[in-house]
Each structure stands twice: as C-alpha cells, then as structure tokens.
C-alpha cells in the first residue's frame, strides 16, 4: 500500500492573517513539503498540472518533479494529474520518459482531462472533445512508450512517420500510468481497458459515487482479461487537518473551510464532511475515517492526500505532515490487517521490471547522418 | 398499477397560493386516475425545504441527503406536476435551481403539467415563454395545457374558471400517461444514479471500443 500526498498548487490568500504566497515561495513551499514527505516516510509525491492563477503548480510536472527527485532518495514522484487532452503526447512520451531515466524509475504519471472550459483553446482544443482527446492522446502515448517506431494517423494532432520518442522507456519498461477522474466513468472504462491503474479523486463527491466508479473499473479491468476484479490497481484521494485535540482541529480548520475556493460558501464543515472524506479531527478520527475507505472500494493500492491547500501557511501544513508522520505506523497496519496475499501492491518501476524478466537497455542508436534530421526535400 | 406523480411546489409562503395550485392540479389528476382504476401516489416536494441543499449543489457538483432523494423522486415519478410563483417575470430562481440540478435526462419523456402563481395576470405567459421552453430542454413533454392563477382567480370567477383549466391540464396529463413514451433509445447524457453509464451490460455503456470510435 503506497501512502502519499498530491498537490493543486493553488496560491490562496490565507483568510486568517490576510497574507498571500509569492509564486517563489509557493514553489519553493511544495519543494519543501516534498523533501518533509520523505522525510515523514511517505511513498508518494504528486503534483497538479496547471496554466492559469491562482496556481502555482508547473505547466510541465516534470521540471518540478525532476527537481525533488534529485533532493530525494526513495519517493516516487507522479502527477495529479497531467492533462492528457492539451497536452501533445509526444511531449508528454519526451519528457516523462526522460524524467524516468532522471528519478531512475521513482516515478510515475496521473493523467486526467481538467475541468475548466477556458484552458482547452489556449492549447489549441476544445473541452467538447474532451473524452476523445483523453481516448486518442493516450492511445498514441502508450504507443510512444511501446514501439520505437510509430507511424500514426488521428484526428487531433498532425501524423506522425516512422518517429522514434526519446529517450526509451528506462530498462525497456514505460512509466505507469494512472488515469484520474471526478466522474466519468468513461475514463473507468479507459483505465480498465489498459490494465492501468484508476485513481478517483473521491475529496470533492460522496463515497456512494466512488465506489460505483471504482467497481465499474475493477468489473471491466477483469472483462479486459487483466486480473481479477478485486485486483485492478486502485487509488484515491483524501483529505484531512488534524490536531491531538479534535475541538482544536475543527476550530483552527473552519475558517479555511469556510472560504475554501472549492467548496466554501457552500455546506457546513460539518456536513460536508459527513458526505465526503474530509476528515477534521484527531489523528484516531482520520485513522478510522481513512481505514473506511476500504469498506466501499475494497483493499487498495494507493492514498494520497491533499494537505496543502485553501490559504494554509506552509508552517501549519508541515506541522500536519508531523502528525501524519506519527500517524503512518497505525495506518499502514491498518491497511495490512485482512488484506488478503493475492491482492498486488501498487506498481513499482522495480517491480514491472522484474515482472518484464528484467532489464534491458532500450536505446535507439541513430547513425551521425540520421540524428541530423532528413532535409524537407528527402520527405 | 400504482402512477407515481412528483409535485414539484416552489412557494415559499405558508400558506403559498402556489402551493395551493400545486394541490389542486394533482386533486385533479388522482381524481381522473381514481376515476379509472388505478392507484395513485403523490409526492410532495416543497422545494423552500431544499433551498441550502441546493445552493450547496451548486458549489459542491452533488446533492445531499434529503435533496437527493427528492431529486430521485423525481427522476423515478411518471409524470411531473411542476409550479412556481412568478418571480421578476420568469420562473423563481430557487425552481429554476431545481431543474438545474437535476441530472440530465431524468426527466426525458416524462408528462409535466406547468403551473404558475402571480399577483396579476399580465404575467400569464410565464408559462409559455419561461416553463415551456425549460421542459423542452430538457426533453420532457409538457401538456398543452399549463394553468396560470393570478391573485384575482383564487376570489373571483372573473378570468374564467380556474377549476376549469386544471381540470383540463390534468385530463391532458393522465392522457399522455397512456401514451408511448415520448423517450428516445438512446442513453441519457448523464445521468448518475441508477444509470446504464455504470451498467456495463446496458445499451448505452460506453465500452472502450465506442469511445474508440
């Protein structure tokens, strides 16, 4: 079970003291918040995609994720998520392999369509087309990854003759993806169509919603000829502030909730923590809390949690990742107890290499006249 | 059989003269129902109870308890009986939310019978120039008929009999609930609970080699 936290990056005024992040120190602040991830003994370190204020997460997971690979030794660095509708796939093949061979193998890719209309024509889309981006774009990536030579024809980027994605997946085994979604259950079917893993946010709706997501997605990854149902690869999001005292954690947290640019405005605190995840207690509520989430998804591969977010400086956010460090003992035996052998842990490099029969270099040399490219007139 | 009938009532008063118009719309149709044998049950839905509900929905995507369920009731009813005051010349915002919110496709097919209350009846043609056309979006079949009642017919004979026009609304309603189904074959946009969306054995499940294309 890979525990771990994801990022939105989102520079919000803290409504307690009024003062707002610079772009600097927000970056910085989730650079440091990676490292204390580490630190605490967390698997995982995720980071949103994003092309607009008020966010401060990379256009290009990459450049940050490469960043805290090299500051890191054992975290896996992934994406939540990378938009695979406006984003070209060859980049997306280009730069995540690359940051591959930079992290050697620590990593790993959350691809998601983004759900605000007015990003799509900056890149040239349409939000309409979103599924079908999300269905052709990822189509040729898992090509890229696959085939050294791919030849393509589609309907949303120029064709591609006889193109080689550099650099080759390292030890020959591509990034393992996941694919993350709020509510369409078409990218359910496209995670279960793969075999690759299927990440539901789960923070923003209630658990009944969920769970008819992720079964959707075990049935047909065992329709796909993948596994057993109970085995697809699951993840989820989750979201929690915590103090020893519970009354402590609810008084400190109200008013960040309160404005919260998601959900504030909207329900209480209270209720809407009794429809969503959300828990706002003592570490023993979020333990139980958290540990429920099996009883509508069954056993599990990954958690992640959002903890920096809503205007919460960056001292709170890391006295937080203090009390999930103590907490992560309890939880991981807690996601141990019962889980029965046949059930996978989440995919590791090391792992889809051994399961692949072991390394290999995948390197495709070019002769000197090739690498300088063909001229217009050789086409 | 038992005719499930969702009366859909966004008065705010009460009393609400358009609660009121909302009862005897749906007297109306469980006596022309009665009269024929079947049963009938209806269900009530003051939507001044759901206001918080459903500014929640707005800003959170999703539903919460008791909204929810009203919203099912209506997903789930034969026909609709659906009424708002006016409100600035048009239908009130918290009626308008309601429908807002409600998954696409749950009320395609589906007979409404539009109602609507206001101080004066130069307002009358809310009903054809607000309701209409929001229950044609969202592919319902409202009756020709749609019952308007300004202040002045709840005392006075004057504008015509007001039982008059439910009666015949809901003589209209009861016989499109004989009628075939105004629904389409064809899979609701998007439509959460109780959906062929997660029914990968339904027709309108989008297996990977549709969404392919």
Redesign the interface.
């Known amino acids: 079970m890979q525990i771990g936290i994801f990022t939105v990056g989102d520079v919000t005024p803290d409504p307690v003291n009024g003062t707002t992040p610079t772009e600097y120190e927000k970056i910085k602040n989730t650079i440091t918040l990676a490292k204390k991830a580490e630190e605490i003994g967390l698997d995982v370190f995720a980071t949103a995609e994003h092309h607009n204020p008020p966010f401060a997460s990379p256009a290009n997971p990459p450049i940050l994720l490469s960043a805290i690979a090299a500051q890191t030794e054992k975290l896996i660095v992934s994406t939540a998520t990378t938009l695979i509708t406006t984003n070209d796939p060859v980049r997306l093949a280009e730069d995540y392999a690359y940051l591959q061979h930079v992290s050697d193998g620590r990593m790993d890719v959350m691809l998601g369509r983004g759900n605000t209309g007015p990003v799509y024509p900056w890149f040239g889309k349409d939000i309409r087309d979103g599924?079908?981006l999300a269905?052709e774009n990822y189509?040729l990536l898992h090509r890229l990854w696959r085939e050294d030579v791919v030849t393509w024809e589609g309907k949303y980027r120029t064709p591609l003759q006889g193109f080689t994605s550099t650099p080759r997946p390292l030890d020959g085994v591509p990034p393992f993806v996941w694919h993350g979604s709020i509510?369409s259950?078409?990218i359910a079917?496209?995670a279960?169509?793969y075999g690759n893993g299927f990440f539901a946010n789960h923070i923003?709706?209630?658990a009944s919603?969920t769970e008819?997501?992720v079964?959707?997605y075990r049935?047909?990854f065992e329709?796909?000829g993948h596994g057993d149902a109970d085995q697809a690869i699951v993840g989820l999001g989750g979201q929690f502030f915590m103090r020893k005292n519970s009354q402590d954690a609810v008084k400190e947290y109200r008013p960040y909730f309160d404005v919260s640019p998601v959900?504030?405005?909207?329900?209480s605190l209270e209720?809407?923590s009794s429809?969503t995840p959300l828990t706002v207690g003592s570490p023993q509520q979020f333990l139980e809390k958290t540990l429920s989430f099996r009883d509508y998804v069954g056993d599990y591969q990954r958690q992640l949690f959002l903890v920096d977010h809503s205007g919460l400086p960056i001292k709170t956010v890391l006295e937080q990742m203090d009390l999930l460090g103590e907490i992560l003992p309890d939880l991981r035996a807690g996601y141990a107890e019962g889980r029965p052998a046949h059930i996978p842990d989440a995919p590791t490099h090391g792992a889809r290499v051994a399961a692949a029969g072991g390394a290999h270099d995948a390197t495709v040399y070019a002769d000197a006249d090739a690498a300088t490219g063909h001229r217009a007139e050789d086409a | 059989m038992t005719r499930h009938i969702a009366v859909v009532s966004a008065g705010l008063s009460s009393p609400s003269s358009t609660r009121i118009l909302a009862d005897q719309l749906a007297s109306a149709v469980e006596a022309r129902l009665f009269e024929r044998g079947e049963d009938v049950r209806l269900h009530v839905i003051e939507l001044r109870e759901h206001a918080r509900a459903l500014a929640d929905n707005l800003l959170t995507g999703f539903p919460s308890g008791a909204l929810a369920q009203a919203l099912q009731t209506v997903a789930d009813a034969d026909a609709v009986i659906a009424v708002t005051p006016v409100f600035s010349a048009s239908y009130s915002g918290l009626f308008k939310t309601f429908f807002d919110v409600l998954e696409p496709g749950a009320l395609e097919g589906k007979p409404v019978l539009m109602g609507a209350t206001a101080g004066t009846a130069r307002h009358s043609l809310v009903l054809d120039h607000a309701l209409r056309p929001l229950f044609s979006y969202l592919k319902a079949t409202p009756v020709p008929t749609g019952v308007f009642a300004a202040s002045e017919d709840f005392g006075s004979n004057a504008g015509g009999r007001l039982a008059a026009r439910v009666d015949r609304a809901a003589a209209e309603l009861v016989a499109l609930l004989d009628g075939p189904s105004a629904r389409a074959d064809v899979p609701p946009a998007r439509k959460l609970q109780g959906s062929t969306e997660f029914d990968p054995d339904a027709a309108g499940f989008l297996s990977f080699d549709k969404l392919r294309g």
């Open positions: 599924i079908p269905i189509d509510r259950p078409e079917e496209q279960a169509y923003f709706w209630p919603h008819q997501m079964r959707l049935q047909r329709h796909y959900y504030g405005h909207g329900p209720d809407f429809q």
